[in-house]
Structures are given as C-alpha cells and as structure tokens.
C-alpha cells in the first residue's frame, strides 16, 4: 500500500509548488509588473491541467481490469530481460 | 489584474480644436493609435460634409500612385520596405505632392502610348517583311527565272484544276496577307465553301511568334495568298479577310521589286528596334526614380485621407471657430492623448490650446483590450469568436494555457512536440531578427505571428507525449513495468498469444506504472482498445473541467455587473444541470478507477450503460446476497452484472439527480424574463403617474433591454 502511493504524493506536490507557492513567490516578486496577473494565471492553470492529466493516467492503471495481450514470444522474451 | 482580465475603462472626452491646430492635433492622435472618434454627423451625406474637397484630391492621388504602383509591378519592379514609418505631411505640402504625381503620370502614360504605337508598326513592319519572304518562297518553287507570278500561278492553277481551257490565258489576282494561326481551318474551309473552289490558298506558318502590341502576348501567325481570277471572287476574298482579321499587305509582283521592298523593310525595321528600345529604358528611368520614394508617398496619402475623415466626424463650430470632436479613450492613456494634443497645438504654431473634458454617458463604451506581443496572438483567437461586452471578463487569458494544452492532449508525441517546441523557440529568440526582415509569403507571416501558441503547444506537447507514452510511436521505459509475466514453458509452446491476468501477473505492490502509461502496451495487440478507454474518459473528464471553468467566469461576471437575477437564475440552475448529470457522471468514472478491482472485473459497471439507464429511469437489481464490497466475492453467487446497480440507494440518488437537473430547465427559461417585463411595466406605469413630458422623453429614448428582446421572442 505505501509503496503505491509514492508516484501520486511526488507528483501532487510538486505541481502544487508550481500551482500553489510559486504564484505566492511571483506576487511578491514582480509586484510592479503589469504581467504579474497573467504569469500568475498561466502558473495556476498549467499546474491544474497537468496535475489533472496525470492523475488520471495514474488511476485508470490503479485497478486494471484487463491486460495485454502479447505473442508468446515477446513473453519469453520479457521473461528473460526483465528478470 | 490588469487590463488582460477585463477590458479597459473607457471613458467619452469632448476635446475642443482650434481650426488652424485641428489638423496637427488629430495627426499626433492618430499616430498614438489610442482613441476612438465618435461620427457626430451621422445623418450628413458623405458629399456634403465639410472636408469632402481635401478628400476627393486624396482619392485622386491614390488613383495615381495606383497606376504607378501598376506600372512598377509590370516591370517586376519590387517596392523596397525601409520600415519607415513617414508623418502625415502639412496641408501645404499636399499641393507639391499633387503636382509631382501629376508629372509622373502624366509621363508614365506618354510613354506607354508611344511605345504601344511603336509596336505596332514594329509589328506591321515584321508581318510584312515575312509576307515577302514565303511569298519568295512560294514562287521560287514554281519554277524559276523571269516568270512574273501570274504565269507561276497560272501554271499552279491550271496544274491543280486540270483544266482542258489550257490555252487561254487568263488574267489572276491575288492577296497576300497574315493570319493567326487557330483561324486558319476555318479559314480554308470558308474560303472554299465561298468560292466554290475558285480560289486557290497557299499557307506557310511563321516559326517565331509575334508579339501583341496591345497585351504583349506572343501570337503565332502565318502567312496566307489567294489566287483568283475576276473582280467578284476579288471582293469575296477580301471580305472574308476582313471577317477573319487577317491583315492584308501589298505585295509587289515582280522579283525585284519583292527583294528591293524587302531590304527597305529591313533597315526600317532595325530603326525601328532601336527607338522602341530607347523607349523602354526611358520608362525605366521614370520608374526607378519613383522606386525609392513610392512607399513613403503611400503611407502619407492614407494618413491624410484619415486624417480628412476623422475631421469629418466633428462638429464644426462657427462661433468660435473650433472644432468639437468626442471620442473614446481608456482612463488610463488620458495622460497621453494630453500630451499629443498639447504637442499638436505646439507644431501648428497656433497659441490656444486645445481642451481635453471628461463626460458622463450612459453608453456603453466600446472594449479595448492592452496586448503585449505575448498575449496579442491569443486575445486574436477568442476575438474570431466574438468580442466581449465592456468590462466582461476576457477568456483569452485562460486560453494562454487551456488553447495548447488542448491541443497537446490531441497531439501528444513527445518526439514531434519538442521538434514543434525548438521551432517555436527559434522564432521566439530570432524575433528581432526575423522581425526585420519582412517577407511578402503569408504562410510564413502566419508561423511568425504564432510563434508564441507554437512553442507553448509544443511544450506541454512534450509533458502529454511523456504520459501517454509516445515518442515517435515508442515507448519508453523509465520505471520498468508493472507487469510480469511468469507462464511456464509448456504453455507458451501451446498457444500463440496469451492476455495477461491483472490477478496475477500485474505487480500490485509497486502499483501502477509512476508516470503515463505502462510501456509493456506498446507491444500488446488490444492495445488501442485500452487506449480508447482512457482516452474517452478523459475527454468527458476535461471537456466537464472546462465548462465549469467557464461557468465560473459568468458567476464572476455576474457578482461584478451587481446581477443578482442572473446569479439565481442563471447561474445557478446553470451549475446545477452541469454537476447534476455530469459532474455526477465524472465523479461515477473516479469512483469505479478507485474501487472495481479484477477480483470483481464481471462486476464493473458499464458507466455508459448506467448512465443511459438513468435517463430511462430503469434499473436492474442484483440479488439479495450481493454485498457491495468489491472483495474476493464469487460474482456467480450475487448475480450481478455490467447493469446492475453497484452501490447502495443508487436507485434513489439517481433519480433525485435526474430530476433536480429537469427542475432547473424551467427555472432557466422562464423566471428572468417575467421578472425583467415586469422591472419594465413598473417603470412605465411610474412615469405615467407622474404625467412629466421630460420623463417620457426619457423613458422613449432608454432602450427596452437587450435581454428580455432575446428572451421574449422565444
């Protein structure tokens, strides 16, 4: 079970730095600058997009319910390589 | 936030020119580029209004630099781009450049014209030099010696014809002449029905093609003569050459007479050439001249004319000689157009300053929006879908990021996303360079002007290429896959594929593969089934993701617009319907990846299935021993199926759901519009109690809401 869910703490904290503080850190950063919206805006956005893509890439694999289907050579070959 | 978020605050200002500064002052305002003019003679016709004179000479001038520019372009001239960016010139100056357009033109179309004369009769001259020529070779043929031509006709005639009237002679004439080349079947054929055979046609075609005078085509002609014999078969012929534009030449009869004829031919024809090419590098010269200034004397007639119209839209007043002009400008470039219009007042030379005064309307301003070269590319892609209401909030800040992440999701090949990202990259490092370089091709202008959209698709390319495991269609294997096979020899002998079993040979101790999806896929044979699994769930995931952004936005709107009406019943039964059904049936799709393990795989429900039984309203139970656990259950014992229901009370919170989202329909139909008819009787009916003239007139002028317009009609 703990071994599992290293993949989905890793990539949960590190997009919510880039969502979460890093938007912080810009506003205080570039308090003058006229783009401070928009570079926080693109921050939150991208880290929400991406965080959300990969959790579902991870969760549809959690809990597969069919698996592939391989010539017997290939699985002879896997056998050996990846031992 | 910035103007990005919203749209600016604009904010009508009267601005009050004295005449002699009036046109200085709009120059500078027009080369600040930030204010709007509003046309406060919208019912003058366009011929009566003030400055149409100064127009119509600005019209004039661009016809000319047209045939100018018409002129350069036949002679493949290219315009060079200097990149300058020339003023508006003084009213003054516009005289002087009236008259140096004038210049050219004017000779510009005398040389043309001479030189069109000159081909003519360059071409004349060819045709008939060549007339001579084959009509030499027809008659050599014939024989030789001091045979006149009607003899050698004579004799070719009555050779033809096989006459038994040998021995009279008789009296021929003949033509001679040049016909394009597509006539000449139909004219033999023409000639023959005509003439009933009397007449007797030689053809040669000439090899080089002629050049047109008028179009400058190369037109392949030949040569034609006609014997015949009286005076009637002489008209006929020559009308049918008239018909068939066959111009005809005198053709001397006699020997000498064709060569002496021949050689005079030639020099004129070689002087000919010589003024013709005299010509041409006149008119060249005259081009070149206006090569290098025709750019700039574009510009500055275009600014004129809007210079020109733009005075048009004021009102002229007389008693103080100004002008008065409203225009539309954001709050926050007051400052500038301040100093324009004091820079103006300063260049003309006049000593009263022009005066800038805010006013109060109730308009509705027009949406302005402050780009930077960044987000410019992006603000034009959600203007091609509609331009937003004053002050609403602008979408093309969230498509900075949704617009390539998108297209990444579609995309998704990690090789090819970083080949798009390093073009993209190079323009955007190369911008000043490639800037200044300008180039006519439009394919290329459009990359250019996309560079940014292209290096970010490209970057989150590379992230979605990463996940879905896909770099030039291979995979790669970073982690090491989470599936193990462990079949014994025996059976990989029997059989030529084997599925693998989750139960057994998927590793559920490190779990799933850590990033993207598992590379041992690349290699299976129902690979693109799984796939379209999760691709499919993840559209519906996004797409939902998306509109409740966007549904978000509008409550933002709303709560900043002071709308309650349209938060209660707009909003609301808005974001009802949408997490009702499909939030509900996202939160369905997290449910069933979290929970439905293969030790229950014939358990796992169809969500499609599910989903189009809820509308149905038709449920399948399961037995009364199932237990809704997900366990090691034998799934035989508690009959359940891909339709059965797979949660407790499911039955019961489906159909609350459904019918919350039906309820919301009306709601959304039909509350706002009675309520906004109602708001509007109210009014009306409180004018009519005061029964004040002025209160109506009011009233008559306040435009019935734009919405309830919309919503009424249905």
Redesign the interface.
């Known amino acids: 079970m703990d071994?599992?869910?290293?993949?989905a703490v890793?990539?949960t904290s590190i997009w919510g730095f880039v969502g979460i503080v890093a938007p912080i850190f810009v506003q205080f950063c570039m308090r003058g600058s006229?783009?401070?919206?928009?570079v926080q805006?693109?921050l939150v956005?991208?880290a929400a997009?991406?965080w959300?893509?990969?959790l579902?890439?991870?969760?549809?694999?959690?809990?597969?319910?069919?698996?592939?289907?391989?010539?017997?050579n290939?699985?002879?070959y896997?056998?050996e390589e990846?031992k | 936030m910035g103007s990005v978020f919203r749209s600016a605050e604009m904010s009508l200002c009267q601005i009050f020119l004295q005449s002699e500064a009036a046109y200085t002052c709009v120059s500078e305002l027009g080369e600040l580029g930030l204010v709007q003019f509003k046309d406060l003679n919208p019912d003058v016709n366009a011929f009566q209004r003030k400055f149409v004179n100064e127009i119509l000479r600005c019209d004039e001038m661009e016809r000319k630099l047209r045939y100018i520019d018409k002129e350069l372009k036949k002679d493949d001239m290219k315009i060079p781009d200097t990149g300058e960016n020339p003023k508006a010139p003084a009213p003054k100056e516009m005289v002087d450049l009236e008259a140096t357009f004038e210049k050219i033109e004017s000779e510009l179309r005398e040389v043309n014209t001479n030189a069109e004369a000159l081909r003519r009769n360059y071409l004349e001259l060819s045709e008939l030099k060549e007339v001579l020529k084959k009509t030499q070779n027809f008659f050599a043929e014939h024989g030789e010696g001091h045979h006149t031509i009607v003899d050698d006709a004579q004799n070719a005639l009555v050779h033809d014809e096989m006459a038994t009237t040998s021995a009279t002679a008789v009296q021929l004439g003949f033509v001679a002449g040049v016909i394009p080349r597509e006539k000449v079947p139909a004219f033999e054929r023409l000639l023959w029905f005509a003439c009933r055979g009397n007449v007797f046609l030689r053809i040669d075609e000439i090899a080089k093609p002629l050049e047109d005078p008028v179009t400058g085509d190369a037109i392949f002609k030949c040569v034609f003569i006609i014997f015949f014999q009286g005076e009637q078969l002489k008209l006929r012929v020559r009308k049918i050459c008239e018909g068939f534009r066959a111009t005809l030449y005198p053709c001397p009869e006699s020997s000498q007479e064709r060569s002496e004829m021949l050689n005079g031919v030639s020099t004129r024809l070689e002087d000919l050439n010589t003024v013709l090419h005299q010509t041409e590098d006149h008119r060249h010269r005259v081009l070149a001249n206006c090569l290098k200034e025709i750019r700039n004397w574009i510009i500055k007639v275009k600014k004129i004319k809007a210079i020109y119209h733009t005075l048009n839209m004021c009102n002229f007043d007389v008693s103080h000689n100004s002008l008065i002009a409203e225009c539309w400008t954001p709050v926050s470039a007051l400052e500038n157009v301040q100093q324009a219009l004091s820079h103006g007042t300063e260049l003309s030379g006049s000593t009263v300053p022009s005066i800038l005064h805010r006013m109060h309307t109730k308009e509705t301003p027009p949406t302005f929006f402050h780009t930077n070269k960044f987000t410019k590319v992006f603000q034009s892609i959600v203007h091609s879908y509609g331009i937003a209401s004053y002050q609403e909030v602008n979408p093309a800040l969230y498509t900075i990021i949704t617009f390539p992440f998108l297209f990444a999701v579609m995309f998704g090949d990690l090789g090819h996303g970083f080949i798009m990202f390093l073009f993209g990259l190079w323009m955007v490092v190369m911008e000043k360079k490639l800037m200044s370089s300008k180039s006519d091709n439009e394919i290329w202008n459009m990359f250019f002007g996309g560079r940014y959209i292209i290096m970010l698709m490209g970057l989150f390319s590379v992230y979605t290429g990463f996940i879905y495991n896909d770099a030039f269609s291979k995979s790669l294997n970073m982690f090491g896959s989470s599936w193990h096979p462990n079949y014994s020899e025996p059976l990989l002998d029997s059989v030529e594929t084997l599925v693998l079993d989750p139960e057994y040979e998927f590793d559920n101790v490190t779990g799933p593969y850590p990033f993207g999806l598992d590379p041992i896929w690349q290699a299976s044979k129902n690979k693109i089934t799984f796939t379209n699994s999760f691709k499919m769930k993840l559209s519906v995931i996004l797409g939902i993701g998306q509109m409740l952004l966007g549904v978000m936005l509008s409550l933002v709107n709303h709560i900043y617009f002071r709308n309650p009406l349209n938060i209660f019943t707009e909003f609301i039964p808005e974001i009802v319907f949408l997490l009702c059904l499909f939030g509900y049936l996202v939160g369905l799709i997290f449910f069933k990846w979290a929970t439905f393990t293969v030790h229950c795989s014939t358990c796992a429900p169809s969500l499609l299935i599910h989903f189009i039984n809820m509308f149905l309203f038709s449920y399948t139970m399961p037995n009364d021993n199932f237990n809704y656990q997900c366990d090691h259950t034998n799934p035989k014992l508690t009959g359940c199926k891909a339709t059965t229901v797979f949660y407790r009370y499911q039955n019961y919170a489906q159909i609350a759901l459904v019918l919350g989202a039906v309820l919301c329909i009306p709601i959304m139909l039909c509350i706002k519009p009675f309520v906004l008819r109602a708001r509007h009787n109210r009014k009306i009916r409180r004018a009519d109690n005061l029964q004040a003239v002025s209160q109506s007139a009011l009233i008559h002028h306040e435009e019935y809401p734009e919405e309830v317009k919309q919503i009424l009609i249905f």
């Open positions: 071994r599992k869910i290293i993949p890793a990539m006229p783009n401070k919206g928009v805006v693109m956005l991208t997009c991406c959300l893509f990969w579902c890439a991870w969760m549809f694999q959690l809990n597969p319910l069919i698996g592939p289907s391989l010539e017997t290939f699985i002879r896997i056998q990846w």
